[in-house]
Antibody
């Protein structure tokens, strides 16, 4: 199970940190992703962190502003979002990679999402 | 980044129809393609992985095919529960990309 939290309303230029609590699987074995969906729009992949925290990948739209991290001792995934813009408004989902270790797979489990609204 | 293009964007069909959604990749992704179903207000759910492998628990009326750059999702005998939006996703690259989605509506 994946449960996101931390969403809310924030002003442009401010920061917000999302959290995703994982349970029911060995969290430290799997890469984890963030995916977002703007209102009425499609899915956009945001970021990936490897199982061992050694590798991170980002979409161009968030690179340099967002940072993905994880705490394997707490089974938690995070997304630090800085310099937020109005076009970052979206539901943010965390998703588990299917593939053990390599994080080269599809997404077999998703959280329910948390809404981030960037507005003045 | 690998671009994924789905067609059509919207599809109107009757219950019982056979429908096909197409997904094209901007470069070869072998068979590293997944299909997801999303209903309003819900998270996406995995239907098919590796282009043609049905996820456990997914009805057999769903099928996928293709490799390289061209892929299809077919629903044989559309049910009321199937009216939703469908997304393809490539996982050939660490930087994943999704198609823009196909909304299947009741005719």
């Amino acid at each position: 199970q994946l449960v996101e939290s931390g969403g809310g309303v924030v002003q442009p230029g401010r920061s917000l940190r999302l959290s995703c609590a994982a349970s029911g699987f060995t969290f430290s074995n799997y890469g984890m992703h963030w995916v977002r969906q703007a209102p009425g729009k499609g899915l956009e992949w945001v970021a990936l962190i490897s199982y061992d925290e050694n590798n991170e990948y980002y979409a161009d739209s968030v690179k340099g502003r967002f940072t993905v991290s994880r705490d394997n001792s707490k089974n938690r995934l995070y997304l630090q979002m800085n310099s937020l813009r109005t076009d970052d408004t979206a539901v943010y989902y965390c998703a588990k990679d299917w593939e053990v270790g390599a994080a080269g797979g599809y997404f077999d489990y998703w959280g329910q999402g948390t809404l981030v609204t960037v507005s003045s | 980044d690998i671009q994924m293009t789905q067609s059509p964007s919207t599809l109107s069909a009757f219950v019982g129809d056979r429908v096909t959604i197409t997904c094209r990749a901007s470069q070869s992704i072998s068979s590293w393609l997944a299909w997801y179903q999303q209903k309003p207000g819900k998270a996406p759910e995995l239907l098919i992985y590796r282009a043609s492998y049905l996820e456990s628990g997914v009805p057999s009326r769903f099928s996928g095919s293709g490799s390289g750059t061209e892929f299809t999702l077919t629903i044989s005998g559309l049910q009321v529960d199937d009216f939703a939006t469908y997304y393809c996703q490539q996982y050939n690259s660490y930087r994943r990309t999704f198609g823009q989605g196909t909304k299947v509506e009741i005719k």
